[in-house]
């Protein structure tokens, strides 16, 4: 496979979906529990015992350890200062998984509801950033929640009949599945669940225990809803385990008997759950395929996006986890409106109806937009004959999305593209427009021409951080790579091929190739 780069800045990541499926078993190297991610006893400190990612704190203040935790050491965190947090990258992932620990209130709990465990995106359009949390409810019970991609919650609402004790150990273990929804369990038993399908694969930050909020821009304390307790045993796993492994961990015992996570399309729920993430779903309404074997295929920016007079550019930003429109302080959203109303966002209380581009001076013709938002797409384009606007329909957006891809038939230039909801809130996480034609570069333009290579070890220096920016969003059967070379350099093959994985592969373009992994000389910029 040989593709072409006209711009000079390399180093970066490319995902191309492909129609075929190669297969390898995966694991954790050093982890002798599969599916275990992290396990935070305190007998070690602050130091994870097990992690995949980062072991040690992000955030630590106030927090003591002491010695009689429900096994071992335990965390102790005081009441409003305490600062607890761990990273996410490789120690947790959004589309799936179980976090478990041991919790003893230390004092006595009220009507007032409080924070017991919390975890951020990387960006979003609300405040805190919330992407999971476990709360002490203002029924006495327990209410746990993971946010989808579109900003509404599962969530598993629990009433506990009786109070909790302040002295008393209990374990508590929030699992969530794409495929599945919610589980909430205390003391080894199912209290709670929310069965459902939705998209919850995003880009996480970093967890924490208490505290007003958990996110990738602070991780604070101080609120009238503050307060801290007693934590133990924190395990987090890389898929939502069954009943009686939850069991298990409520019993001071690790699981048993659990295989290395495999997923294959030939299942019908990873089949479904993929192509509901990538577009496939709709039989009839594929995404377009590129004609030929030259295609120019040149993303066209936004000049300018409004809600009515507010401009909001995180419709269009390239983040997935931003949306339009804002979160409310009411939100209609599901799981949203709940005990702990935050304040108002930045958004009209109108806003989340209708957003209107205006696009550049040159042509488009093809439009994909990620996101629950379904409605209509209009387009507003002057007349210089009539010098008349005239407005005419795009296309419709199917309910229930994540990923669609329309093509135009005629291409325009310039004009104001509106996306209209039919339920108002519904969020864009991304809308890109692109211009695709076949056709060759421009002639006199400086190019480089790499080829596509399987078979290469990605081991050049300058890919580092790409990798580990896979590892830590990626599961493992998402992680295949081929490195883009230009002709006549080939890096050392791989130790081992790939197999098995999901149909996703990531294109790593180095910036260069000096260096002691490869001395090759090489001026081709």
Known sequence: ?????LDRYACLITTLLIAFSTSATQSYAGVSEPGLLFHLS?????TADTAMGNPEPTMLNGVTIVKNGARGSAFSNPHFSQLFAYECPKNMYAERGTFAFFWRPRDP??????????????????ILCNWMRIDYNDTGGLDAFVTDVNMARVRAHYEKPTAFEADKWYHIAFSWDETKGVRLYLDGK????????CVLYAGIDQWGTGARGVSPTFVGSEGNFMRGGDYDEYRIYDRMLPDDQVTRLAKGRATKGLKPLMRSLENPETQDEWYLRYGWNRERDIPPV??????????????????????????NDGIRETVWPSLYNLSSLPGHNDYMIQPDWNCYSLSGKSITFSMPDEEWNHIEITGAAYGKATVQVFDKETNINRESLLFNRPQDQERTANRISTPIRGGKITFTNDEREMSIGEFMVYNISSGREPKGTATLSY?????????????????????????????????????????????????????V??????????????PVKFLGW
Do not use: C
């Not at 496979?1 to 780069?5: D, E, G, L, P, S």
């Not at 709990?109 to 979003?124: E, R």
């Not at 580092?464 to 493992?476: K, S």
């Open 190 to 197: 199912l209290v709670a669940k929310k069965d459902t399908t």
């Open 451 to 503: 080829r596509l290579d399987a078979q290469s070890a990605p081991d050049n220096s300058t890919l580092g951080p790409l990798l580990d920016y896979i590892d830590g969003r990626f599961m493992p059967d998402e992680r295949s790579t081929m490195i883009a070379l230009p002709a006549g350099i080939r890096l050392d093959p791989k130790e081992k091929s790939r197999k098995n994985i999901l149909p």
């Open 505 to 518: 592969v990531h294109v790593l373009i180095p910036s260069g190739f000096r260096g002691k992994e490869n």
């Open 42 to 46: 305190g007998d070690n400190g602050f």
């Open 109 to 126: 709990v009220g009507k007032v509801p409080f924070h017991i465990v919390q975890g951020g995106f990387i960006d979003g359009s609300d």
């Open 1 to 5: 496979m040989n593709f072409r780069i």
């Open 290 to 315: 590129l004609e030929g074997s030259d295609v120019i295929a040149r993303k066209v920016e936004v000049k300018e996006a409004y809600d009515l007079k507010q401009w909001w550019w995180k419709g």
